[in-house]
C-alpha cells in the first residue's frame, strides 16, 4: 500500500493526476483554495462550472469532475464540504462523504495520484483536528481497496500540517 504523503505548499503546484478543490454548491468559485485553483486554472474552468452549476451545481457532501485545464493535473475535483454548525447537523459525516465521493470519481476515472486540501477546514470552519482525522480515516479506507493509489494531503499552513501529521500518527 502507497504511504499516504503529507506536503506543505500550495495544492495548485502540486503534480498529481487529480487535484481536490474545497468547493462551495455553485462551484463557480470563491476564495481560498477555491480561489487560487480558478486563477491558476484560468477562464477555461469556470467557463466548465458554469455548465456544471446549470446543471445545479454540487450538493454538501458530493464531488464533481472536470478537467484541469492550465494546471498541470489533468483534473480538478470539486469537493463541497459541510459549514461547521457545531458538530449537531452531520458536518463529520458530510466531511467523509467528500472524501469517498473524491475516490470514487479518482476510481472511475483510473486516477493514479490525487491531492487534497483539508476541506472545510477554512472559511467552512471545520474544527482542524476533526477534520485531519476524518481525511486520514477515509484515505486508509480508500488505500485498502486501491493500494497502488499516491495520495497527498496539502496543507499550507503549519497549523493543518500539525494536525495531519497528528493524525497520520
Ligand atoms: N493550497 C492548499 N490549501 C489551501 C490553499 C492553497 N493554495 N489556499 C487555502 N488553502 C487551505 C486553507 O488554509 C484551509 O486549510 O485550504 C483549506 C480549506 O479552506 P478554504 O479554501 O477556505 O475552503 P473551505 O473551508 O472548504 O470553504 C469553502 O470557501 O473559497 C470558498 O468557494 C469556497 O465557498 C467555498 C468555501
Known amino acids: 500500500m502507497m504511504p499516504i504523503t503529507l ?6 503546484r502540486i503534480a ?3 487535484i481536490v478543490n474545497a468547493a462551495n454548491s455553485s462551484l463557480l468559485g470563491g476564495g481560498g483554495v477555491d480561489g487560487a485553483i480558478h486563477r491558476a486554472a484560468g477562464p477555461g ?10 446543471l445545479g451545481g454540487c450538493r454538501t457532501g458530493d464531488a464533481k469532475l472536470t478537467g484541469g485545464h492550465r494546471l498541470s493535473a489533468r483534473y480538478i475535483i470539486h469537493a463541497v464540504g459541510p ?8 458536518e463529520a459525516d458530510l466531511l ?20 487534497f486540501p483539508a476541506i472545510s477546514c477554512g472559511v467552512y470552519r471545520f474544527p482542524v483536528d476533526r477534520a485531519a ?8 479506507a480508500a488505500l485498502a481497496a486501491r493500494p497502488e493509489l499516491e495520495v497527498m494531503l496539502v ?4 497549523e493543518i ?3 495531519y501529521e497528528a493524525a497520520l500518527g
Open 7 to 12: 506536503v506543505q505548499g500550495d495544492i495548485t
Open 16 to 18: 498529481a493526476d487529480a
Open 45 to 54: 474552468l469556470l467557463e466548465e462550472c458554469r455548465r456544471l452549476y446549470a
Open 83 to 90: 459549514v461547521w454548525q457545531g458538530g449537531t447537523k452531520g
Open 96 to 115: 467523509a462523504s467528500c472524501y469517498r465521493r473524491c475516490f470514487e470519481i479518482a476510481a472511475e476515472r483510473g486516477v493514479a495520484s490525487i491531492a
Open 133 to 140: 482525522a476524518i481525511s486520514v480515516r477515509e484515505t486508509r
Open 155 to 158: 496543507a499550507f499552513g503549519a
Open 161 to 163: 500540517k500539525g494536525a
